[in-house]
């Protein structure tokens, strides 16, 4: 499974540990999104196909390791309206121009409201 991350779990972020021991970074990479500094630690995209480009990594990780991620992200499959981020597959393009399918743990567009957020600028959490 192909999972982009680009915020804590990202190789310089403060929890990059969680998948650092299974993980195979692929490549770096952009996503269409709106990044958001949530003011709590780590950030939040929200999925917009006209929007900038948000940078990431792209990291392949054992299927098995599916349902610890969503934990860790507050993704619940069996209760959205209740999940804090919303995981779904996403065109990423990496910076080799290639075209990859992956992954992306989006913040859920309701929780926005809840954070003292605001948008940052260029793209990139780190």
Do not use: C
Request: hydrophobic residues 40%.
């Amino acid at each position: 499974m192909l999972l982009f991350v680009y915020g804590s779990l990202m190789k310089h972020g403060p929890n990059h540990f969680i998948i650092q021991s299974t993980a195979k970074f692929i490549a770096q990479g952009t996503i269409k999104a709106v990044l958001y500094d949530l003011g709590v630690g780590f950030p939040g995209v929200v999925e917009d196909k006209n929007a900038d480009e948000v940078y990431g990594e792209v990291y392949e990780l054992p299927d098995d390791e599916m349902d610890d991620l969503d934990q860790f992200e507050g993704y619940n499959p069996a209760d959205l309206g209740e999940s804090l981020y919303i995981r779904k597959l996403a065109e990423v393009r990496t910076l080799k121009k290639e075209t990859l399918k992956a992954w992306v743990y989006f913040l859920a567009p309701k929780r926005l409201k809840t954070f003292s957020h605001s948008v940052i600028p260029g793209g990139r959490w780190i």
